[in-house]
């Protein structure tokens, strides 16, 4: 009989129990949680059929703004609350002692309430995810809808986890509330001010692309966001695959540590600030350097004439630093008493600052002067934005055929001379920086702006690319007042040779997939020939006879001058956008002259206005 009885009362079933009453506690709560979920999404979808509005979850449409804007807003916010209350058990001295009297273990209570929340949180949104899509099975794109719901399902979980971890460690759930917000505030901060301050900063300095999953890692809050709306749920891309392999494991590792202190956490931690001080220092450090920063870049930038504006930024820091960490200590200490102790992380944040800025002022251990040797490069990619050229390049909108000059003019080079050249001019640009930057360099973003562009200038800006031999890459970006008269010469002699034109039209001609059409219009009588797939079977003939004429042809300047037409072709890449490549053409274009020639003009021949007003 005892054994019967010990059977009956495991631990997992006193677990699933006092889940059980958790959730029935709270089932007013409950109940007005799944009516907001459902006033957020099926009563939207109802709406919408009535409306006539289309709902696929293709793309940005309705039905994927309701589902990932609203309906997730709600269902994440209650996950965050309704974690916050029923971990609140160990916060309270009263609360603590009759919970710990329960027959189950700290962990297994501690299970429950994790079980709990989550429970609340996630069966009502899978029962309205439904619900919605049954209403608009026949329009919704399945797949899209269903990584939308899974993405969803793992935002809540790492929020739980997450409110999970902080109320183990804090010793009041508004100590818990107020970590949770200011984690969510400064650490997207203060990677911002790490990855963007140095481009105001640094000649050349070009800022590596982040991810928003680096930039928001310790946000949970927008997990859900960030997945759906800037990754491609069609797809499992390696944005996906990184963002939620992250957040994953960032569940795991809050729900690990979350167990693991949890024994280790006392009773009479209750009602006291924290119960383990870590966070509390890390905060402090990290929110001390945030304000710190941000004041001293404030108070540099109001003195950029000052001669001495790195000592107004330190006066900044040490201030800003030191009212926000003696904030944080008011707002966890309920008053000013022990602060002396908080001093500790005020200097380490002052420390932290000072790592970060000294060498940013000075160069970043030479990086601005910093120039490649010829023999230690691979390949240099180079991108110029001019005022002139033959050619232009542009993708357009398949909806409304507008037209964007978007797409730059970027090319590769890796034979020697070319690498040389380039260096060269790299080398005079850097040369001239003294020229225009005093050092040691300031906090300044209206610096390059006032910097003044003659009418001779050509060139508004040039960003070059270096693969080194042992793979590491390089990369700088200069704007038009960095670019001195000399580079801008030698610049100009280099882009009108007949290897960078080739090169440029090879690049995106190897991107087209699929050629649409073909449009040539003669300058000398006023018509235009179309050119398209039912005229003309070899389109791809055509392309490589265009990069044959190209490269044989004289420089671009010349080909302007005597013009004997213009090409406007219109093809697909491999990412299925529209691309557009304009060139003009004069007699030297043999090949692709001849191949026009033989396209049945008396067809397809029009007057310049006509054609121009059917292909817009």
């Known amino acids: 009989m005892t054994s019967k009885t010990s059977n009956k009362y495991t631990a997992f079933n006193r677990c699933i129990s006092l ?80 919970y710990f009297s329960f027959p189950m273990t700290r962990r297994n209570m501690f299970v429950s309430k994790y079980l709990a929340s989550a429970v609340m949180s996630i069966v009502p949104v899978i029962l309205i995810s439904f619900i919605g899509l049954l209403i608009q099975v026949t329009t919704i794109d399945l797949s899209s809808f269903f990584a939308s719901l899974m993405m969803l399902i793992l935002a809540i979980l790492s929020n739980i986890s997450f409110v999970a971890l902080l109320s183990v460690c804090c010793g009041t759930t508004i100590d818990g509330i107020i970590s949770y917000c200011v984690i969510s505030m400064i650490y997207p901060i203060a990677w911002a001010l790490v990855y963007y301050l140095p481009t105001l900063v640094l000649p050349g300095y070009v800022a590596l692309d982040i991810s928003m999953t680096l930039l928001t890692a310790l946000v949970p809050f927008v997990s859900h966001y960030m997945g759906t709306f800037l990754g491609d749920l069609d797809q499992f891309t390696s944005y996906q695959f990184i963002h939620t392999g992250w957040w994953l494991l960032f569940t795991v590792l809050c729900t690990a540590g979350s167990i693991f202190l949890i024994k280790r956490r006392r009773t009479e931690s209750a009602q006291n600030a924290f119960a383990f001080n870590m966070p509390a220092i890390i905060i402090k450090i990290v929110a001390g350097f945030v304000g710190g920063v941000a004041l001293g870049l404030l108070f540099s930038v109001l003195s950029y004439s000052s001669d001495m504006f790195y000592l107004w930024f330190l006066a900044g820091a040490v201030i800003g630093a030191f009212c926000v960490t003696f904030l944080l200590h008011i707002i966890y200490a309920r008053g000013t008493k022990g602060y002396s102790r908080s001093l500790l992380q005020f200097a380490c944040a002052i420390v932290l600052i000072s790592v970060f800025y000294i060498p940013l002022i000075t160069g970043w251990f030479g990086y601005v002067s910093n120039v490649p040797k010829a023999e230690d490069v691979k390949s240099v990619g180079i991108y110029l934005y001019d005022s002139e050229g033959g050619y232009s390049l542009y993708t357009i909108d398949e909806d409304t055929n507008t037209g964007y000059n978007n797409i730059d003019r970027y090319t590769t080079f890796d034979d020697k001379e070319t690498i040389e050249d380039v260096i060269e001019i790299h080398q005079e640009i850097v040369d001239n920086l003294s020229n225009i930057y005093d050092f040691p360099y300031n906090f300044d973003s209206s610096n390059r702006a006032i910097i003044s562009m003659d009418d001779n200038d050509r060139f508004y800006n040039i960003k070059l690319n270096y693969t080194l031999n042992n793979g590491r890459r390089i990369t700088r970006e200069y704007e038009y007042g960095e670019i001195s008269k000399e580079a801008q010469n030698m610049l100009a002699d280099f882009v009108t040779s007949r290897l960078y034109d080739y090169k440029i039209i090879s690049n995106y001609v190897d991107r087209f997939t699929e050629i649409i059409s073909l449009e040539y219009l003669d300058y000398e009588t006023d018509t235009g020939i179309l050119v398209n797939q039912e005229n003309f079977s070899d389109m791809d003939k055509m392309l490589e006879a265009l990069k044959t004429d190209i490269y044989n042809n004289k420089d671009m300047e010349e080909s302007n001058s005597d013009a004997k037409g213009k090409i406007y072709i219109t093809a697909f890449d491999k990412y299925h956008k529209l691309i557009r490549l304009d060139i003009v053409i004069n007699d030297n274009f043999e090949n692709v002259i001849a191949l026009l020639s033989s396209v049945n003009e008396n067809a397809y021949s029009k007057g310049y206005a006509d054609l121009n007003t059917e292909t817009a």
């Open 19 to 98: 889940m059980g009453w958790t959730v029935k506690k709270y089932k007013y709560t409950l109940l007005i949680y799944t009516i907001l979920l459902f006033l957020s999404f099926p009563m939207m979808a109802v709406f919408c059929i009535t409306s006539k509005v289309p709902m696929t979850f293709e793309g940005n449409d309705t039905g994927f703004i309701m589902y990932n804007a609203f309906f997730s807003t709600v269902a994440v916010s209650f996950s965050v609350i309704i974690s916050f209350i029923n971990f609140a058990y160990m916060q309270k001295k009263t609360s603590v002692d009759w």
